[in-house]
């Protein structure tokens, strides 16, 4: 299975400032996406990292706010601009190696927190 | 419409205490994978299982094991003989054949008290 690392592994930011997300997988993956989970909530789907091209953005979410770059197939990074408290979340990092099966694995996450 | 539905949004068990998770799917396609992950307060999200729509083979892993019921759309999930270390929250998801997303559900935060 995928081994996927993200750095910084949490932070506390200013409000109004931005801060950038990197995940690093060690094999190359096709699927790239990155997840916002708030305190106490599921998972929610930011964009799909697609190497080479733009990131395609879920419903509520949009370029300027969480900017994505996947310059080749194992490393892509999201940034969360402008900040407010509302960010505040745990950012996860997915990849998803096809197969036989679909199966997803997830980064250790990032824990963000924003003053 | 959720696609994901876990009802239970917290369970309290004593240690060696039978704990079921309940999951219930929804989805149009014929095929698809459902999975159940768990999440520690460290905040990591560890895969546990993986099943596809073909499948419908109940699975033991250890203390842990799973039950698939495509007749009521359900992939629940039981820990035998709970273990304080078992305290976590737990996610079922679904992803279908058609497209990459995962639909995850709210998640159940399971607590284990020696």
């Known amino acids: 299975s995928a081994v996927i690392s993200q750095k910084p592994s949490r932070d506390i930011c200013q409000r109004g400032t931005s801060l950038t997300i990197q995940c690093q997988v060690d094999s190359q993956v096709t699927m790239m996406f990155w997840y916002r989970q708030q305190p106490g909530q599921s998972l929610t789907l930011i964009a799909t990292a697609n190497q080479g091209s733009e990131a395609t953005y879920e419903s509520g979410f949009v370029i300027d706010k969480f900017p994505i770059s996947r310059p080749n197939l194992t490393f892509s990074t999201l940034t969360v601009s402008n900040m407010s408290p509302e960010d505040s979340s745990i950012y996860l990092c997915?990849?998803?190696?096809?197969?036989?099966?679909?199966?997803?694995?997830f980064g250790p996450g990032t824990r963000l927190t924003v003053l | 419409a959720q696609k994901v539905t876990q009802a239970q949004t917290e369970i309290s068990v004593v240690e060696k205490e039978d704990v079921t998770l309940d999951c219930v799917y929804e989805?149009?396609?014929?095929?698809?994978?459902l999975f159940w992950y768990k999440q520690p307060p460290s905040g990591e999200l560890v895969f546990l299982i993986r099943r596809n729509s073909f499948d419908e083979q109940n699975e033991i892993s250890g203390r842990y094991s799973w039950n698939f019921q495509k007749s009521t759309s359900s992939f629940n999930f039981t820990i035998t003989a709970s273990q304080v270390v078992d305290s976590a929250v737990y996610f079922c998801?679904?992803?279908?054949?058609?497209?990459?997303?995962?639909?995850f559900g709210t998640g159940t935060s399971l607590t284990v008290i020696p």
């Open positions: 989805t149009r396609d014929t095929t698809y994978y």
């Open positions: 998801a679904l992803s279908e054949n058609t497209g990459n997303q995962f639909y």
């Open positions: 997915s990849v998803v190696e096809t197969g036989v099966y679909n199966e997803q694995f």
